[in-house]
């Protein structure tokens, strides 16, 4: 199966950066679940939580205030202004 690799981001750091089988996060236009294969998208992130199901099935939540979410060929950016 696919995995999704991921980075979270801030302008002070790498929060966290690994493989995954799911993200899901709040962007200005609604939730939004990110698949393996999902189709490529440039979103603005809403304050709100990130969540990562990490591929050895722990679960990674993020509060996360601004900042953008990209998606391209299994590859999943999360820029945040900040993460708590």
């Known amino acids: 199966m696919a ?7 801030t302008p002070e750091k790498r929060v966290w950066s690994g493989e995954a089988k799911m993200v899901s996060a709040r962007t200005l236009e609604g939730d939004l679940g990110v698949l393996p294969d999902h189709a490529p998208l440039l979103g603005v992130l809403a304050d709100g939580t990130v969540s990562i199901k990490a591929a050895d099935g722990s679960t990674n939540d993020f509060v ?20 708590n």
């Open 3 to 9: 995995m999704l690799r991921v980075e979270v981001v």
């Open 64 to 83: 996360i205030h601004g900042g953008f979410i990209s998606v391209a060929n299994n590859r999943v950016s999360i820029l945040g202004e900040s993460a």
